[in-house]
Nanobody, 121 residues
Framework: QVQLVESGGGLVQAGGSVRLSCAASGRTFSSPGMGWFRQAGGKEREFVGAISWSGGVTYYVDSVKGRFTISRDNAKNTAYLQMNSLKPEDTAVYFC??????????????WGQGTQVTVSS
């Protein structure tokens, strides 16, 4: 089995930074892509960012470009989301994802349980 566990969420002041981690466990785990989604209260889950296996290709939703950076360490089976210049509208539950196409929910094979990020104004 495969399990994704997010960590690093919490309360942060607007303009601050948070680094989320997603650790994958399970000896059968293998994923060509990993990514992050988020869901704010009362809204649909949306794509945030994704990264290819090698780390050479990344994608971001327009609202976070220039502020968020996704990375991965395959030796540690871990993905990261560095979030800078945080805004109150970034407040959401952030979900780690792994699969063939992690820019779309349809391509996600595994989901983390989510971690709350709250940005105070």
């Amino acid at each position: 089995q495969v399990q994704l566990v997010e960590s690093g969420g919490g309360l942060v002041q607007a303009g601050g930074s948070v680094r989320l981690s997603c650790a994958a466990s399970g000896r059968t785990f293998s994923s060509p892509g990993m990514g992050w989604f988020r869901q704010a209260g009362g809204k649909e889950r949306e794509f945030v960012g994704a990264i290819s296996w090698s780390g050479g290709v990344t994608y971001y939703v327009d609202s976070v470009k220039g502020r968020f950076t996704i990375s991965r360490d395959n030796a540690k089976n871990t993905a990261y989301l560095q979030m800078n210049s945080l805004k109150p509208e970034d407040t959401a539950v952030y979900f780690c994802a792994a699969g063939t196409i992690t820019t779309q929910e349809r391509g996600v094979d595994y989901w983390g349980q989510g971690t709350q990020v709250t940005v105070s104004s």
